[in-house]
């Protein structure tokens, strides 16, 4: 099969992309697809010809997550042009049997990429525009999911120069602050004093200001993957220091993490159920991976859903499809298949 995997692109989760579209490539390649690997707004900048793609080596930097978030403003600058899709992108999808999507945050997880494919008649891999777009909003997935779910007391707002002082003064602590379309825990601060909120608040603007304010939940960290209509064995994140931000998803040895999740049979049902729940209410298909805060009692507080989850070699997803003796490559070709036959339901 001829699979373009799209990676890259202009969020701030661009270089997780980046290194979840570079495995994806070599695991097709290796399971004997014709693959080939394009950043979605670099496109076939400075490339003669695209079929050259699907033979040019996977650079090896791109393997592993840089440290750092990308410098945004610097990247537009390097390419002329408004477009976050790069030339000859939109072409190369329609030459593909299908477009396997390694993109993640926005421009490739918020239903825009995704109709664009529709638009031009190409499958692809994940949940459809709409409940792509849905899951991507953390306030609107929580408003849908509510009366399905136990989630966290929560609320949205928009922060400016202007609140900052009056959101640092009345707002309860402890407090998540998390941008309300980002993933990868970018932007994502526990706040426990009032000079930790306004620091985190300041830091949400640059962001784009929208921001929910939800109530902290002491707990463990639970994540739950569902495939088609399972959902897999959940899986324990145990930050060594601090809690589970960028860093210590994406560099090796930083977290421990424990799949299947030493938790009562009961507590791994309630939690998977949980998972299905907002999987099914938000109309998603293929994939995806919940997160959730497991209280004392055994409670599960539903954080957020990931509708094109990592796939890096540090992602949470191949760890539990793993405990159930799917392999990387496995997975991969599972993808795919399940989202042919969702793009043929019309999902």
């Given at each position: 099969?001829?699979?373009?995997?799209?990676?890259?692109?202009?969020?701030?989760?661009?270089?997780?992309?980046?290194?979840?579209?570079?495995?994806?490539?070599?695991?097709?390649?290796?399971?004997?697809?014709?693959?080939?690997?394009?950043?979605?707004?670099?496109?076939?900048?400075?490339?003669?010809?695209?079929?050259?793609?699907?033979?040019?080596?996977?650079?090896?930097?791109?393997?592993?997550?840089?440290?750092?978030?990308?410098?945004?403003?610097?990247?537009?600058?390097?390419?002329?042009?408004?477009?976050?899709?790069?030339?000859?992108?939109?072409?190369?999808?329609?030459?593909?049997?299908?477009?396997?999507?390694?993109?993640?945050?926005?421009?490739?997880?918020?239903?825009?990429?995704?109709?664009?494919?529709?638009?031009?008649?190409?499958?692809?891999?994940?949940?459809?525009?709409?409940?792509?777009?849905?899951?991507?909003?953390?306030?609107?997935?929580?408003?849908?999911?509510?009366?399905?779910?136990?989630?966290?007391?929560?609320?949205?707002?928009?922060?400016?120069?202007?609140?900052?002082?009056?959101?640092?003064?009345?707002?309860?602590?402890?407090?998540?602050?998390?941008?309300?379309?980002?993933?990868?825990?970018?932007?994502?601060?526990?706040?426990?004093?009032?000079?930790?909120?306004?620091?985190?608040?300041?830091?949400?603007?640059?962001?784009?200001?929208?921001?929910?304010?939800?109530?902290?939940?002491?707990?463990?960290?639970?994540?739950?993957?569902?495939?088609?209509?399972?959902?897999?064995?959940?899986?324990?994140?145990?930050?060594?220091?601090?809690?589970?931000?960028?860093?210590?998803?994406?560099?090796?040895?930083?977290?421990?993490?424990?799949?299947?999740?030493?938790?009562?049979?009961?507590?791994?049902?309630?939690v998977g159920d949980a998972a299905l729940a907002v999987f099914h209410t938000l109309g998603l298909s293929v994939y995806a991976r919940a997160d959730f805060i497991l209280s004392e009692?055994?409670?599960?507080?539903?954080?957020?859903?990931?509708?094109?989850?990592?796939?890096?070699?540090?992602?949470?997803?191949?760890?539990?499809?793993?405990?159930?003796?799917?392999?990387?490559?496995?997975?991969?070709?599972?993808?795919?298949?399940?989202?042919?036959?969702?793009?043929?339901?019309?999902?």
């Amino acid at each position: 099969m001829k699979v373009l995997v799209l990676a890259g692109g202009l969020s701030p989760e661009r270089n997780v992309s980046l290194s979840s579209g570079a495995m994806v490539c070599q695991a097709l390649r290796e399971r004997g697809h014709q693959a080939a690997l394009m950043d979605l707004f670099y496109g076939l900048d400075g490339a003669l010809n695209g079929e050259n793609l699907y033979v040019a080596p996977i650079p090896d930097s791109f393997k592993r997550v840089a440290r750092a978030a990308p410098d945004l403003e610097q990247l537009r600058s390097s390419r002329p042009g408004p477009s976050a899709i790069g030339p000859g992108v939109l072409e190369m999808c329609a030459g593909a049997d299908i477009v396997y999507l390694a993109l993640h945050g926005v421009c490739g997880e918020d239903g825009r990429i995704q109709a664009a494919l529709d638009l031009l008649g190409v499958p692809y891999t994940g949940s459809g525009c709409l409940a792509s777009a849905i899951a991507m909003d953390k306030d609107l997935t929580k408003r849908l999911v509510a009366d399905k779910v136990t989630t966290p007391q929560w609320e949205t707002v928009t922060v400016t120069w202007d609140n900052v002082e009056e959101l640092t003064a009345r707002v309860q602590l402890p407090v998540v602050v998390k941008p309300i379309a980002s993933g990868s825990s970018i932007g994502v601060y526990i706040a426990r004093t009032r000079e930790e909120l306004e620091r985190a608040l300041k830091e949400s603007i640059p962001l784009g200001g929208r921001t929910v304010l939800e109530q902290y939940i002491q707990g463990r960290e639970i994540q739950v993957a569902v495939l088609g209509d399972r959902a897999l064995p959940s899986i324990e994140i145990i930050p060594k220091a601090g809690f589970y931000d960028y860093a210590n998803k994406y560099q090796p040895g930083a977290a421990t993490e424990v799949c299947p999740a030493h938790i009562p049979e009961s507590w791994e049902k309630a939690v998977g159920d949980a998972a299905l729940a907002v999987f099914h209410t938000l109309g998603l298909s293929v994939y995806a991976r919940a997160d959730f805060i497991l209280s004392e009692k055994g409670t599960p507080y539903f954080l957020e859903i990931n509708t094109l989850p990592g796939m890096t070699p540090t992602s949470l997803v191949p760890q539990e499809a793993a405990a159930v003796g799917i392999s990387y490559g496995q997975l991969c070709d599972m993808i795919i298949q399940k989202s042919l036959k969702a793009r043929k339901e019309g999902l």
